[in-house]
């Protein structure tokens, strides 16, 4: 087999020392001892993981008792730390769990329940631990979520349909959309479901969305544009139940029950790749790499795709029932070969979970199962935080199971006492006098840091234009009276698209406002080009309208005069400006 890619090596290789089988049979052995060794220490993965193993890991049941049907873990930089942290610094890892009409998000700061509990050092199973926020999903359950990049919206989807976009710090829904369903010339339904399986952000987009649902219909939406989609791409003959966005932005893969595995390039509006899985696909992963390789998860077989030659390049089957769910493991495991710590430490590993209850563990390069974990029920989500240190295994039971390991910095130090002493005692009052001060530096402290760091408050427009409320943002501008304010919402509707949408369905009454700052600061030439713009968009807008009220035509009417003025001037203005061009030239010539 040729070698496509770094990560995946191939069987043999002409450099390499022969070996009897024996000894490659040995040393296969006790790289996968290690390796379930280390899964043993660190997660508690396996039967011989002892009370010491479970200190950091607690199990939680979602409100009645309904499943798990998604995990998502906040992959944005500022909710994981790097490993240097310990672990009781690297709680800020947020996650959120769709089960039944609701979604639930965990773990938004280090002082909630979730955090307190993985840190007190000892298992607390079937906790009754509540969600730090709670999102309603409307109507029926919720089936997917995904985090955008930079952890501050919240997409999911669910059996009704709906596609929403919430902010994860207030709970806010900021926009829905809402799949048609489709009727026939008798006017009944002919599709028969419409429910949102699968949801995705794109990649270098933070604004467009894609989904997938039973009615293997792949949908893009833009959530700055109408709450129709964008693009509507179909080819599946059954419902989709995974999509991914790939690196460059521009292509999505999608898996379906139809056994297929099919590449779309969003930009061409067409299928570029058909990929038979051989069974229904249940999940998708995108795996690190510049060259395009996805995993495909479906029936009890693992396959890995080369998405520039179309061809399998592995494929394994050790579940015994349906895989539900794949994912990436960083900064996890043993290296096969001798190398130190810190090369070890960056081992990649893929992660399945199944209907069987297990979770199993594989080298990303080969697909050797390593180790496994029984779980009691049917898993149908397993994740894990992209610093590798914090994993969740979602069941149908309405359990989830969060699993933290403990990372130790070089003066072994217990994670509890890295919080310091208890406040009132006399350790806390001594805890800098052992401190190590260079009496040859000298520290100034700022009056006004602390006023420094507070979050400054918004405006009322700043607000509007947060939660996608062109309108609002424009008429609370206006209220202000201050022309530098509605400036800058008038530049921000622009580069956004908004600006029609904003100045759009408006009496006569609202109208006044906008136009009375036109016509006063059209003039200025701070302010020329924007409301040049402003005045082009109404034209197209309210002129259809013109004389059904007298307020906005006396409005028209006067902009126009303003403007038929303003021209005159100019025009004076240029005339005047070639009679002293020409004056000049004259007494230049008489001057030679």
Same mark, same amino acid.
């Given at each position: 087999?040729?070698?496509?890619?770094?990560?995946? $090596?191939?069987?043999?290789?002409? @450099?390499?020392?022969?070996?009897?089988?024996?000894?490659?049979?040995?040393?296969?052995?006790?790289?996968?001892?290690?390796?379930?060794?280390?899964?043993?220490?660190?997660?508690?993965?396996?039967?011989? @993981?002892?009370?010491?193993?479970?200190?950091?890991?607690?199990?939680?049941?979602?409100?009645?008792?309904?499943?798990?049907?998604?995990?998502?873990?906040?992959?944005?930089?500022?909710?994981?730390?790097?490993?240097?942290?310990?672990?009781?610094?690297?709680?800020?890892?947020?996650?959120?769990?769709?089960?039944?009409?609701?979604? *639930?998000?965990?773990?938004?700061?280090?002082?909630?329940?979730?955090?307190?509990? !993985?840190?007190?050092?000892?298992?607390? *199973?079937?906790?009754?631990?509540?969600?730090?926020?709670?999102?309603?999903?409307?109507?029926?359950?919720?089936?997917?979520?995904?985090?955008?990049?930079?952890?501050? *919206?919240?997409?999911?989807?669910?059996?009704?349909?709906?596609?929403?976009?919430?902010?994860?710090?207030?709970?806010?829904?900021?926009?829905?959309?809402?799949?048609?369903?489709?009727?026939?010339?008798?006017?009944?339904?002919?599709?028969?479901?419409?429910?949102?399986?699968?949801?995705?952000?794109?990649?270098?987009?933070?604004?467009?969305?894609?989904?997938?649902?039973?009615?293997?219909?792949?949908?893009?939406?833009?959530?700055?544009?109408?709450?129709?989609?964008?693009?509507?791409?179909?080819?599946?003959?059954?419902?989709?139940?995974?999509?991914?966005?790939?690196?460059?932005?521009?292509?999505?893969?999608?898996?379906?029950?139809?056994?297929?595995?099919?590449?779309?390039?969003?930009?061409?509006?067409?299928?570029?790749?058909?990929?038979?899985?051989?069974?229904?696909?249940?999940?998708?992963?995108?795996?690190?790499?510049?060259?395009?390789?996805?995993?495909?998860?479906?029936?009890?077989?693992?396959?890995?795709?080369? *998405?520039?030659?179309? $061809?399998?390049?592995?494929?394994?089957?050790?579940?015994?029932?349906?895989?539900?769910? !794949?994912?990436?493991?960083?900064?996890?495991?043993?290296?096969?070969?001798? /190398?130190?710590?810190?090369?070890?430490?960056?081992?990649?590993?893929?992660?399945?979970?199944?209907?069987?209850?297990?979770?199993?563990?594989?080298?990303?390069?080969?697909? /050797?199962?390593?180790?496994?974990?029984?779980?009691?029920?049917?898993?149908?989500?397993?994740?894990?935080?992209?610093?590798?240190? $914090? !994993?969740?295994?979602?069941?149908?039971?309405?359990?989830?199971?969060?699993?933290?390991?403990? !990372?130790?910095?070089?003066?072994?130090?217990?994670?509890?006492?890295?919080?310091?002493?208890?406040?009132?005692?006399?350790?806390?009052?001594?805890?800098?006098?052992?401190?190590?001060?260079?009496?040859?530096?000298?520290?100034?402290?700022?009056?006004?840091?602390?006023?420094?760091?507070?979050?400054?408050?918004?405006?009322?427009?700043?607000?509007?234009?947060?939660?996608?409320?062109?309108?609002?943002?424009?008429?609370?501008?206006?209220?202000?009276?201050?022309?530098?304010?509605?400036?800058?919402?008038?530049?921000?509707?622009?580069?956004?698209?908004?600006?029609?949408?904003?100045?759009?369905?408006?009496?006569?009454?609202?109208?006044?406002?906008?136009?009375?700052?036109?016509?006063?600061?059209?003039?200025?030439?701070?302010?020329?080009?924007?409301?040049?713009?402003?005045?082009?968009?109404?034209?197209?807008?309210?002129?259809?309208?013109?004389?059904?009220?007298?307020?906005?035509?006396?409005?028209?009417?006067?902009?126009?005069?303003?403007?038929?003025?303003?021209? /005159?001037?100019?025009?004076?203005?240029?005339?005047?400006?070639?009679?002293?061009?020409?004056?000049?030239?004259?007494?230049?010539?008489?001057?030679?």
């Amino acid at each position: 087999m040729p070698q496509y890619h770094s990560s995946f $090596r191939t069987s043999t290789r002409a @450099a390499a020392p022969k070996h009897s089988a024996a000894q490659a049979t040995s040393a296969n052995a006790q790289y996968t001892a290690n390796e379930s060794k280390w899964w043993v220490k660190n997660f508690s993965f396996g039967t011989k @993981a002892t009370e010491r193993h479970r200190r950091y890991q607690v199990t939680c049941k979602v409100p009645n008792d309904g499943v798990v049907s998604s995990i998502s873990f906040d992959e944005s930089d500022n909710a994981s730390n790097s490993e240097r942290n310990v672990n009781v610094n690297s709680n800020s890892r947020t996650f959120a769990v769709a089960s039944g009409p609701r979604v *639930l998000l965990y773990g938004t700061g280090a002082s909630h329940a979730i955090n307190r509990a !993985l840190d007190r050092s000892s298992p607390d *199973l079937m906790k009754s631990i509540t969600a730090d926020r709670q999102i309603s999903s409307a109507e029926g359950p919720a089936y997917c979520t995904s985090y955008r990049d930079d952890g501050r *919206l919240l997409a999911f989807g669910g059996s009704n349909g709906l596609v929403r976009v919430c902010d994860t710090k207030t709970r806010a829904t900021l926009k829905s959309f809402q799949i048609q369903k489709m009727h026939s010339k008798n006017n009944k339904i002919s599709s028969t479901s419409t429910s949102i399986r699968a949801i995705a952000w794109m990649k270098h987009n933070p604004r467009q969305i894609v989904s997938g649902g039973d009615d293997a219909m792949l949908r893009l939406w833009d959530f700055s544009q109408d709450n129709k989609p964008v693009l509507t791409l179909s080819g599946h003959g059954d419902a989709i139940r995974s999509v991914v966005s790939l690196a460059d932005g521009l292509r999505v893969v999608t898996g379906s029950y139809d056994h297929s595995v099919r590449v779309w390039d969003i930009q061409q509006k067409s299928c570029l790749m058909i990929l038979d899985h051989g069974a229904p696909v249940e999940s998708l992963l995108v795996l690190p790499g510049a060259a395009g390789f996805v995993a495909s998860a479906g029936g009890t077989a693992i396959k890995i795709w080369d *998405l520039i030659s179309g $061809r399998m390049i592995q494929e394994t089957s050790t579940h015994s029932k349906t895989i539900t769910s !794949l994912c990436l493991a960083h900064n996890c495991g043993v290296s096969s070969t001798n /190398q130190t710590q810190q090369q070890q430490q960056k081992q990649t590993r893929l992660l399945s979970a199944g209907l069987d209850g297990h979770v199993k563990v594989y080298e990303l390069s080969t697909l /050797q199962c390593l180790h496994g974990h029984k779980m009691g029920a049917p898993v149908t989500s397993v994740v894990m935080s992209k610093d590798g240190v $914090r !994993l969740i295994i979602g069941c149908s039971d309405g359990t989830f199971s969060v699993r933290q390991r403990y !990372l130790p910095n070089s003066s072994n130090v217990n994670p509890v006492e890295k919080r310091g002493p208890m406040a009132g005692t006399y350790r806390h009052s001594m805890r800098i006098a052992s401190a190590n001060v260079d009496p040859n530096f000298d520290y100034t402290v700022s009056s006004s840091a602390s006023s420094s760091t507070k979050t400054r408050k918004l405006n009322r427009f700043d607000k509007c234009l947060k939660q996608f409320r062109y309108s609002d943002a424009l008429d609370q501008a206006l209220a202000t009276k201050n022309p530098e304010s509605v400036s800058v919402v008038l530049e921000e509707l622009a580069k956004r698209q908004g600006l029609e949408r904003a100045l759009s369905n408006r009496d006569e009454h609202e109208l006044e406002p906008i136009m009375s700052f036109t016509l006063r600061y059209i003039t200025q030439p701070k302010y020329a080009p924007l409301l040049i713009r402003v005045c082009n968009v109404l034209c197209d807008i309210y002129g259809p309208v013109l004389g059904r009220s007298t307020l906005v035509d006396d409005l028209f009417e006067k902009l126009r005069k303003h403007v038929k003025g303003e021209i /005159q001037v100019q025009s004076n203005l240029l005339s005047l400006l070639g009679q002293i061009d020409t004056v000049m030239s004259v007494a230049a010539l008489h001057n030679m």
